[in-house]
T-cell receptor, first 109, second 114 residues
Framework: GQQLNQSPQSMFIQEGEDVSMNCTSS?????WLWYKQDPGEGPVLLIA?????ELTSNGRLTAQFGITRKDSFLNISASIPSDVGIYFC?????????FGTGTRLTVIP | NAGVTQTPKFQVLKTGQSMTLQCAQD?????MSWYRQDPGMGLRLIHY???????DQGEVPNGYNVSRSTTEDFPLRLLSAAPSQTSVYFC?????????????FGPGTRLTVL
């Protein structure tokens, strides 16, 4: 199966700090996506990246699709308490998603 | 639109029992899929369907069956439940399989097999 390694596994940060997490894969993907999952809910799409080298922003979130197509990173600027949750990267192949292991983010007010 | 709905929300089974997890979407999406999520892991694809009458295996299909008789419904069947199938199950749908087709996830079914 596809192996996506996501780091760090967990982060504890102060409100207002910036956050960075990344994802690497042994396989090439044509699309990279970043999802957020709140407790007891399904993942919700944050950002989608469709081209190698692409840098995309969505509010305080910025993500990049690596040049090799085997990696991606997500930055969250000026974190707020509602950023708490688990963040997953995912690579997409022929419509199917392969997920990273997740980064659990805790924001301390 | 209700989006993607899943029932039940919670289920406890004994080893060897069978059951069906229900998934329905009202967005007329062609693509539907089932994932399982184990503690400390990402979601893993079990089975998927690109349209009514068409299903295929994902990464972890063993122990599960699916069928897709209508566009709206994509049930997941456990024929003989095992403790290793204790997990949270998510159903998802998207308009298609190409670029720009966002997958929408249901709220999940938490299954415990004793």
């Amino acid at each position: 199966g596809q192996q996506l390694n996501q780091s760090p596994q967990s982060m504890f940060i102060q409100e207002g700090e910036d956050v960075s997490m990344n994802c690497t894969s042994s396989s090439i993907f044509n699309t990279w996506l970043w999802y957020k999952q709140d407790p007891g809910e399904g993942p919700v799409l944050l950002i989608a990246l469709y081209k190698a080298g692409e840098l995309t922003s969505n509010g305080r979130l910025t993500a990049q699709f690596g040049i090799t197509r085997k990696d991606s990173f997500l930055n969250i600027s000026a974190s707020i308490p509602s950023d708490v949750g688990i963040y997953f990267c995912a690579g997409q192949l022929r419509g199917n998603l392969f997920f990273g292991t997740g980064t659990r983010l805790t924001v301390i007010p | 639109n209700a989006g993607v709905t899943q029932t039940p929300k919670f289920q406890v089974l004994k080893t060897g029992q069978s059951m069906t997890l229900q998934c329905a979407q009202d967005m007329n999406h062609e693509y539907m899929s089932w994932y399982r999520q184990d503690p400390g892991m990402g979601l893993r694809l079990i089975h998927y369907s690109v349209g009514a009458g068409i299903t295929d295996q994902g990464e972890v299909p063993n122990g599960y069956n699916v069928s897709r008789s209508t566009t709206e419904d994509f049930p997941l069947r456990l024929l003989s439940a095992a403790p290793s199938q204790t997990s949270v199950y998510f159903c998802a749908s998207s308009p298609g399989t190409g670029y720009y087709n966002e997958q929408f996830f249901g709220p999940g079914t938490r299954l415990t097999v004793l």
